[in-house]
């Protein structure tokens, strides 16, 4: 009799540790380290803030390096662009340019080396496009003054006044030029002077 009171008292000793033991989404608590879920982006978000956003590196959906075949292919997913291969003459820094029009507001021009699949360098005329600090086409020296840190503008090699801003890997040609040029420097920019051309590379 004692023998059975003890297996019945082990079994339901064996139950209760069980029964404390077992997680269940009710007896849980809610302290275990979870991670946290982040908003969700919209497309709408994506499609405001991506296709016409100059950034280090990009051009939209583009990136810096990308091959033809690449830019090619995300150019489809603008509505409003027209697609052109140039093969340019010998002595030109860039053999080939992937040239993007859109819509008459200006062009994207992505230059490449002889032999080099991928881009080097991209050239902005067209005024969709716009930096993260509201810079694009148009804007003036006084607007880069404002959202940039640099010692003053260069002469590019076509001779208009150009700005630099390195650590970004972009610079900005504006409509002033001089017919001579004593400096590296230009000594003085008007500051309604306009940015006729982003180049990113």
């Known amino acids: 009799m004692k023998l059975l009171l003890s297996a019945l ?7 209760c540790k ?4 077992t997680l ?16 969700a982006v ?6 405001v803030n991506m296709p016409y956003t100059l ?10 390096g990308s091959t033809a075949e690449e830019i090619e292919e995300l150019a489809l997913m603008y509505d409003n662009v027209e697609i052109e291969t140039i093969e340019l003459p010998p002595g030109w820094m860039a053999a080939v340019t992937v040239d993007l029009t859109f819509n008459d507001s200006g062009k994207v021009i992505f230059q490449f080396y ?11 005329t067209s ?8 810079i694009l086409i148009g804007s003036t020296y006084d607007d880069l003054l404002n959202a940039y840190s640099f010692n003053g503008a260069i002469w590019n090699p076509e001779g208009h006044a150009a700005v630099a801003i390195y650590e970004q890997r ?8 001089e017919e001579t040029m004593d400096d590296d420097f230009v000594l003085h920019v008007p500051g309604d002077a306009q940015v006729t051309e982003i180049v990113l590379w």
Not at 31 to 39: D, K, M, Q, T, Y
Not at 42 to 47: C, F, K, L, Q, R
């Open 24 to 39: 269940t989404p009710d007896t849980m608590e809610d302290n275990s380290p979870v991670a946290e879920e982040l908003p």
């Open 55 to 64: 950034k280090t590196g990009w051009v939209g959906l583009f990136e810096i």
């Open 9 to 15: 008292a082990f079994i339901l000793v064996l139950a």
């Open 42 to 47: 919209t497309d709408e978000e994506i499609e």
């Open 18 to 21: 069980t029964e404390e033991t």
């Open 114 to 124: 002889e032999n080099d699949p991928c881009a080097f360098r991209v050239l902005i």
């Open 170 to 177: 972009i610079s900005f040609k504006l409509d002033h030029e």
């Open 127 to 134: 005024s969709l496009f716009a930096t993260e600090d509201g």
